[in-house]
């Protein structure tokens, strides 16, 4: 079997001196793989990093090569929209642990013979991701990316390069994030894992050796999940208590059939979901994100993650978020407040949950165009 399930040949640059990640382990060989939107500018200064969420990957603004949809944000990105490509060179790359072409899980091993690494793959952290990310910038000619702009896990990496590499950065685009990943967040992942590693298909996680993948584990896993994407007041609107079939027919029920109409959209977000995704990449990326608390990195005061900064911050969340709530944006505030950052914040109404940011919320994609805009003129790029 294939050990790549998507034999795309993902646009990628190769690290033959590998990178060294937070567990102690050398990875010998990295690879990134990335997508480019618009044009870099002559002095090289217009070039926005986009970090995407848990399930994303760098196919932003362009029919999917895997699902053939369009781009995760191509609401966001493009000639004219928020993140203007007309103006900004776009870049995203696919995460470290990742299976659309960046060294993971699926990955030849550095040390067994072009066998996957499987659940060999050594943990990763949001900070070995960002590691990564800076590898692919100065590859690519750029000292300064004018904005670093993610959601969700996304905005975790938006924070970590703001730490990170802060002369690197003008400004950072944190969305429906926080700054550590909370017990309840840990909890929904980890039953998610649970339900991958109850699949008799997953075989310790050598799933490939019987040219088998843990489909059922890893559909319920999204399901899981996906429920935490949304709001009370969305699935409310979207689907409510109807049944499938005519109104009113009780004649088809079934004990353990797919009854109201919830249930089917989650069947299939699950079913979707198993024919893009590696299984062992969502376990690596889920327990990134777990790990994921930047104030311990810095003896728990999260303003010194940020001390002396000079990049330009805007905080978004959504009232609905209940996965990542305004109230971890405002923590995130706070400590930006204390360091002297320049912060800008705003809590979006809409009762669209955590995914709101992916979808049509015209005050969201206002707010980030105005703030682009606004650093633009102060970075004094040409219009």
Avoid at 20 to 39: I, Q, W
Avoid at 72 to 81: A, C, E, I, N, T
Wanted: with cysteine.
């Amino acid at each position: 079997m294939d050990t790549d399930r998507h034999p795309t040949e993902h646009q990628h640059v190769v690290f033959d001196d590998g990178l060294a990640l937070e567990c102690g382990v050398t990875l010998k060989r990295l690879v990134v793989a990335y997508r480019t939107y618009g044009r870099l500018n002559a002095e090289r200064s217009n070039a926005v990093l986009i970090c995407h969420a848990l399930t994303g990957d760098q196919y932003v603004a362009e029919t999917h090569p895997v699902t053939g949809k369009p781009g995760w944000w191509d609401m966001v990105v493009g000639p004219g929209r928020p993140i203007d490509t007309d103006r900004l060179f776009v870049v995203c790359a696919n995460v470290l642990g990742g299976c659309m072409g960046t060294t993971g899980p699926r990955s030849p091993r550095d040390d067994n013979g072009g066998s996957p690494w499987g659940t060999d793959f050594p943990p990763v952290t949001i900070r070995d991701m960002v590691h990564a990310q800076k590898r692919l910038i100065c590859h690519l000619g750029i000292k300064r990316l004018f904005a670093v702009v993610g959601g969700s896990m996304g905005g975790m990496q938006a924070l970590d390069w703001a730490a990170a590499y802060p002369e690197s950065v003008f400004a950072a685009v944190p969305i429906a994030t926080a700054a550590y990943h909370s017990a309840q967040n840990i909890a929904f992942h980890e039953v998610g894992r649970q339900a991958i590693f109850a699949d008799p298909d997953w075989q310790g996680g050598r799933y490939w050796e019987t040219d088998k993948i843990p489909a059922r584990g890893l559909a319920v896993a999204r399901m899981a999940a996906h429920i935490t994407y949304l709001s009370e007041q969305a699935l409310t609107r979207k689907f409510g208590r109807r049944l499938r079939g005519q109104p009113g027919d009780r004649s088809g029920l079934s004990l353990f059939g797919d009854i109201f109409e919830v249930e089917s959209y989650l069947q299939h977000q699950g079913s979707t979901f198993v024919r893009r995704f590696d299984a062992n990449s969502y376990l690596t990326i889920t327990r990134a994100m777990d790990f994921f608390d930047l104030a311990a990195e810095y003896g728990g005061d999260l303003s010194k993650a940020f001390a002396g900064t000079s990049t330009r911050f805007c905080l978004v969340s959504f009232s609905s978020d209940w996965l990542f709530p305004t109230a971890e944006s405002r923590t995130i505030a706070r400590a930006l407040n204390r360091a002297a950052a320049n912060v800008s914040f705003v809590e979006i109404p809409s009762d669209k949950g955590h995914d709101a940011f992916l979808l049509d919320e015209p005050d969201f994609h206002r707010t980030l165009a105005g703030f682009l805009a606004g650093c633009a003129e102060h970075a004094g790029l040409p219009s």
